[in-house]
């Protein structure tokens, strides 16, 4: 099985984005995932994930992105159009529609409170969002749903939002910092969660092949 799992670089003048650390730390534990960092740019997430589809499509992308303090959301709504906010070239968007062609909305694929159920089994407070906040995160949300369409062999994608690096998050009626290691954990929670769900969505699983 393919996985691909992305975040995003640094923003609004952070050194660190969350979402790329979560998917770092998998990397480095030698866990059978292909990463993308993708740029705090407006376009960036369809430019960066279609060439990949096209040449080597994965079966399951994980996406990440940093979101509000002390929350943990699976987003299932993404809407066509864009915040008239500077990315991190600090230009607004060219045009207010993702997809100029697309529907207005595409609601998310992923068993969304499955995977909530999952998660919270291993003490996370995460929740379902409608609301995916119409920046880069958003639209790579709309990308996603747009190449699954496209690509038949993606037959799993998810976006999931997680506090600021550095930030703090109840967890077991505990404070919590969001740093390397909770991210760590965080991120192999949720892969073997959105595998799981794969797995019973399209039948057996096989063992994940080695990166070569």
Known sequence: MHILMTG???????????SWLAVKSLASQGLAVDTLEIPVVWGEPL???KPICASHCPNIIISMGEGHVGEFTIEIVARNERAMRPDNRANTPLQRLIDPLGP????????????????????????????????LCEETLYSLESLKEDYPRLSTVVFVHLPPYG???????????????????????????VVEIHG???GALSAPAKRK
């Open 8 to 18: 995003f670089s640094p923003f609004d003048g952070r050194l660190e984005n969350a």
């Open 47 to 49: 430019a960066r994930l």
């Open 104 to 135: 207005a909305l595409r609601n998310a694929s992923i068993a969304a409170e499955p995977l909530c159920q999952r998660l919270r089994a291993h003490g996370w407070p995460i929740r379902v969002s409608t609301d995916a906040g119409a920046f």
């Open 167 to 193: 930030s703090q998050f109840q967890m077991n009626d505990q404070d919590q910092l969001c740093n390397i290691d909770r991210l760590s954990r965080f991120a192999r929670h949720l892969r073997d969660a």
């Open 200 to 202: 019973l969505t399209h």
